[in-house]
């Protein structure tokens, strides 16, 4: 049976509130695959896991799951670099193991899951941008449940995820770009005041106090901001934070 096109937009918008409701790319791919699993398990009448793959600078990683089972039999198949999902990633179609009993193409993790209870698996790609890719991988109790109805709901769904992903992932860099932002002007913030402070105890140039400074991070083997930091404290409060005293 097909995903109802009514639900779509609803399942869109569900997708979307994840990413408000979460914290990180990890908590929103958590949530994903527990609305994966509950999408597919309403559309085939049985319950379905979902676990979802992915991959970012040339690492795979088994990254979140409906359960602790699925996760683990997608880390299998990680493992052992063979799996409808790992081929699914590779050519960037949906691969249907239709039958754990019968199909011949992968004999270890077919016997895995035989051992779990897991009867077949269906391996669908997203489509994400920026050198990133991900699949989910759906796990079914029995067999003959991914029709091309089913499959076809799969997709849809898959769509929809590779959208709010994606938008995540940018979420997520550029939150990491404004962090690394952040940090390095409160770098540079506290070179240029350890500079002024030896400027002003030296009467020494800031080219000259730069030097000083850039010397004692070698000698000490230490960054360059640590020994502001400590240029700092030693005329503050002892926590970095400037302190001026007025005498009467």
Do not use: Y
């Not at 391996?123 to 699949?135: F, I, Q, S, Y």
């Amino acid at each position: 049976m097909a995903q109802n096109s009514d639900e779509a937009p609803d399942d869109f918008e569900q997708l979307h509130g994840l990413i408000t409701g979460t914290q990180d790319v990890k908590g929103f791919l958590d949530g994903m695959t527990g609305f994966a699993a509950g999408t597919m398990s309403r559309v085939t009448a049985t319950g379905i896991e979902c676990a979802v793959t992915l991959r970012r600078r040339k690492s795979r990683v088994t990254v979140a799951g409906s359960s602790a089972q699925a996760m683990l039999l997608d880390a299998i198949e990680q493992s052992l670099d063979d799996g409808p999902c790992v081929e699914a990633m590779r050519i960037g179609v949906p691969v249907l193991l239709a039958d754990v009993s019968t199909d011949t193409r992968w004999p270890e993790f077919s016997k895995s899951l035989a051992a779990a209870g897991c009867r077949s698996v269906l391996g669908v790609p997203l489509d994400l941008e920026g050198g990133a890719a991900a699949v989910l991988n759906f796990f079914a109790p029995a067999t003959g449940l991914f029709t091309p109805g089913t499959v076809q709901a799969a997709e849809i769904f898959a769509d929809m995820a590779s959208r709010t992903l994606d938008l995540a992932l940018r979420l997520s860099a550029s939150d990491q770009r404004a962090d690394n932002l952040r940090a390095a002007m409160e770098s540079r913030t506290s070179i240029d005041l350890a500079c002024g402070i030896i400027m002003a105890q030296n009467r020494c140039t800031q080219d000259l106090a730069f030097e000083v400074l850039r010397r004692a991070s070698s000698n000490r083997n230490q960054k360059l901001s640590a020994v502001a930091h400590e240029v700092i404290a030693n005329v503050t409060d002892g926590n970095g934070q400037i302190s001026t005293h007025f005498e009467d």
